[in-house]
């Protein structure tokens, strides 16, 4: 939401709207929207376990990024985001939007995530968002064990492979 002038936030929901919802090439898509978390992975996540994607990812012991590893919340932020791009051109609805929770939502209610895979992702979600602000609380960087949250990252990873993301 813009504070201000209303016709220059009409303006900006208007131009927002036309940019976002184009019709896009759903592989190319795919495509950008992986090499861009991938590289993003590479330079900010977890070493010891290849952020996330290495065997050991989910060792007790190894150190996972909440924010950054596979799995974690830039995933889900990404998955959303990618979904909103692929499909506002079919849902306008998808623009109302920009939040992840209430995206999500509008991805199950508009029948294009089951609704299982939108729940799970809402609630994953929060509990990440709540363990990474228990963290800087506590002054300590967004890094837990790796053998938390193990179920809910491989749900997460699995989203991710049927959305045609790599």
Not at 18 to 27: H, K, M, S, V
Not at 100 to 118: C, F, H, T, V, Y
């Amino acid at each position: 939401m813009l504070v201000g002038c209303p016709q220059v936030g009409a303006a900006f929901e208007a131009v927002r709207a036309r940019i976002l919802g184009q019709a896009r090439d759903l592989p190319k898509l795919q495509a950008e929207v992986s090499e861009m978390r991938a590289k993003m992975r590479d330079n900010l996540g977890t070493k010891l376990s290849a952020a996330g994607t290495a065997a050991n990812a989910f060792d007790a012991g190894v150190p996972f990024d909440i924010k950054q590893d596979a799995g974690g919340i830039v995933d889900i932020e990404f998955m959303v985001q990618y979904a909103a791009l692929a499909w506002s051109y079919d849902h306008p609805a998808l623009l109302r939007w920009t939040d992840n929770i209430r995206l999500l939502e509008e991805l199950e209610q508009a029948g294009l995530m089951p609704a299982s895979d939108a729940v799970l992702l809402r609630e994953v979600y929060k509990a990440f968002r709540s363990a990474a602000h228990r963290q800087a609380l506590q002054k300590q960087a967004g890094v837990i064990d790796a053998g938390q949250f193990v179920q809910e990252r491989q749900e997460v990873r699995r989203i991710w492979a049927q959305l045609g993301l790599t």
